[in-house]
């Protein structure tokens, strides 16, 4: 019986200890949220106050007071924030606050998310919850309590008194992430204020790159300075978009816009990023791969964009090709990156001095996107894109300020090449007028030389001949007869010798026959005096070129075919010339011994060829072995005026 007896006690004692537990706990769970003492700090550790849950519920406040009440929900300790990739539910926070200061004071509660759709306030009253404040990035700019780029909640708390807040977030899409931070008034003042003039320099600094390169760009007349200072406004744009300046200074009373206006700034930077590079590193005549997967991931971005606006805009519910559109985003604005950075030590290994400012510029960059696009798919984390100043902010103002110094250097490069092209040029030019001179009294000499040995030679026979006339007597008739006539024969043959020459000169039947036409009876004329068989070929109208290039190329036939006769020992020559679309093809060949193509060996008659052939913007090519030579020229097709 006593047995009995202890064991119903021992029973009713376990009870007793278990109902004690059990209130215990209980209340431990309604007061599970610590208190935070706000007194003379300037920031608060909230990570052991703040507590939140998720869920995919639509909850009244009061109802989630209750279930704070109960089961506490969950500390942010020992994250820093809360990154999610539960993007479509509602997130729950709650701060206990106790003013242990014997004044009001207002602390300012900063989410570190500009671009969360819904945010609620609601502070604890006798009467149950009442709210404070509902803004949100789909709400007009002035719909937020405090005018800043970010949300600020601005917290007024009593003299010693202690306020209960529940605050309600929501953002559409895959990715929740913000990232909570109490301050006092004085220190976020400081803050904001630090922002503004870092925002402030960043601005002027970004509009000074700008209008020296709008100046460049009209007194160089470079278009890459025209590209720079678009891609320098697109960069700015971007970066205040990340962070919802645009929204608050731009178009406050246009949500929509603000939605959108992130990923067609950053798209345009990194294309416009990606054009740059094409210029700066001149890469349009390049074949290599690294230029073909930043082409690549270009046309990504160019059809990603248009695409994943139509579908936010037309579609919000299709989140699963939202989600995919993301990640094709990613990929290119990563891709473009990469790619640029590839082909910057593609061109350093080619010699290409100034890529070493674009690798230098965009090593940083490159790895802050990297490490920004690693975070938002691992770890669902946006606070890398909107708490300033990022580290993608800060690579995009590293990179614009190396890639403007980069482009006075080669400006300066290409100014030095340009002016080592002039006097190149200079050089040619004046070689070219020297050769012209030199032709000119090359063919003054050789028309006195004709006019001395030909010309010259007969009429000084015939006055010779002339001044030896006998005194004959009346009846010896006959030989003054034949003395005439030989006189008469050498006359002729004087001006048959003046007129070939004229004819070389200037020959008249070009105006009547044209080239083909002149260059036919010149054959024939040849082939009266010479052993050589001479074929002419000739294809095209030559008529519709001006008098000057076909005196030119009369020349030019002629001076060859003199070379041939003269020189050549050959049996057989030909002249091919065509007039094929804007070219004009020379083609002269002969079988005989050959002469040295050294151009320091070559006759004058070959340079004048050439200094001719030049001056029409033509090239004169020769091969010459055993077997023959062959002269190949090339001239524009100049058409008649």
Known sequence: MKCLQLSYRSIFLAVIILFIVGYSRAQAAGDSIIVLQIGGGDRYVINDHLHWFRTSEILDPDSVFSLFSGMGGKSLAPSSGIHSTFGNDHYWLSLKLQNSGSDNRTIYFQL?????????????????????????????????????????????????????????????????????????????????????????LFLGFMLFNVFVNLFLGVTLGDRIHYLYSLYVLAAMSWMFCSVGAEFQFVFPNHPEWFMLSQSITGAITMILMSLLAFVFLQLKDLRIKAKFVLQCATGLLLITLPVKLAVESFFPSFSHLKEFLLYSYLLSVAG??????????????????????????????????????????RYGDLTELFSTPTNVQLGLLVETTIIFLGIIYRYNLMKGERIHLKQQLAKQELDMNRQ????????????????????????????????????????????????????????????????????????????????????????????????LHLDLYTHGDDRAI?????????????????????????????????????????????????????????????????????????????????????????????QKA
């Open 112 to 200: 570190n998310n500009p671009h969360l759709d819904s945010v609620r306030v609601f502070y604890q009253t006798p009467d149950g919850m009442k709210q404070l404040w509902e803004t949100g990035a789909t709400l007009p700019f002035d719909t937020r309590p405090y005018p800043y780029h970010d949300f600020v909640l601005p917290l007024k708390l009593t003299a010693g008194a202690t306020e209960y807040f529940i605050i309600h977030t929501k953002k559409e899409g895959k990715i929740f992430s913000i990232k909570p931070e109490l301050m006092d008034e004085d220190y976020f003042k400081g803050k904001e204020q630090r922002l503004y003039t870092i925002f402030g």
């Open 336 to 377: 473009i990156a990469v790619g640029i950075v590839w082909v910057a030590i593609v061109r350093i290994r080619q010699g290409f001095t100034p890529a070493w400012f674009y690798l230098s510029a965009m090593c940083y960059l490159t790895i802050s996107i990297l490490f920004a696009c690693y975070r938002i798919l």
């Open 436 to 531: 012209v001179i030199v032709a000119q009294e090359d063919e003054r000499r050789r028309l006195a030389q004709d006019l001395h040995d030909d010309v010259g030679a007969t009429l000084s026979t015939l006055i010779l001949h002339i001044s030896n006339v006998p005194e004959l007597p009346e009846w010896q008739t006959d030989f003054a007869l034949n003395y005439n006539r030989k006189s008469l024969s050498i006359g002729k043959k004087a001006l048959a010798d003046l007129r070939n020459i004229a004819h070389d000169l200037l020959p008249r039947d070009l105006q009547v026959n044209g080239l083909f036409g002149t260059l036919n009876e010149r054959l024939q004329s040849l082939r009266s005096i010479t052993s």
């Open 546 to 638: 001006g008098e000057e290039l076909v005196l030119t190329l009369y020349r030019v036939v002629n001076e060859l075919l003199n070379n041939v006769i003269k020189h050549a020992e050959a049996t057989r020559a030909s002249i091919d010339i065509s007039f094929i679309g804007d070219e004009i093809i020379l083609v002269v060949e002969d079988n005989g011994k050959g002469i040295k193509v050294d151009h320091r060996h070559l006759g004058m008659g070959i340079r004048n060829i050439e200094s001719r052939v030049a001056f029409w913007g033509g090239t004169v090519n020769m091969d010459s072995n055993a077997r023959g030579t062959t002269v190949i020229i090339t001239i524009p097709n100049v």
